[in-house]
């Protein structure tokens, strides 16, 4: 059974930066795929970005250029880089993998 922490998510102003990471742990023998959703109030979860487990990678439109996914070599850890932050990305971040695995959440708060 495979499970996801994440972590560093936050409060920051508009046009910062945080990093959000997550940890995958159980009986895992091999790299797994990865990804990041988030969930603004009164709205569906939705696709942040993902990395397959041979590295491919995929982002949401709304992110690209400004957020980064990245995978710890060797290991289940992902990290997300989210550089010049907006309000609308105030939401509660999600780690994922094989589409059914859920981590509990982490709040990113921006504010303008």
């Known amino acids: 059974q495979v499970h996801l922490v994440e972590s560093g998510g936050g409060l920051v102003q508009a046009g910062g930066s945080l990093r959000l990471s997550c940890a995958a742990s159980?009986?895992?023998?091999?790299?797994?795929?990865m990804g990041w959703y988030r969930q603004a109030p009164g709205k569906e979860r939705e696709l942040v970005a993902t990395i397959s487990s041979g590295g491919r990678i995929n982002y949401a439109d709304f992110v690209k250029g400004r957020f980064t996914i990245s995978r710890e070599n060797g290991k289940n850890v992902v990290y997300l880089q989210m550089n010049s932050l907006k309000p609308e990305d105030t939401a509660v971040y999600y780690c994922?993998?094989?589409?059914?695995?859920w981590g509990q959440g982490t709040q990113v708060t921006v504010s303008s």
């Open positions: 994922n993998s094989y589409s059914t695995i």
């Open positions: 159980g009986t895992i023998l091999n790299i797994i795929p």
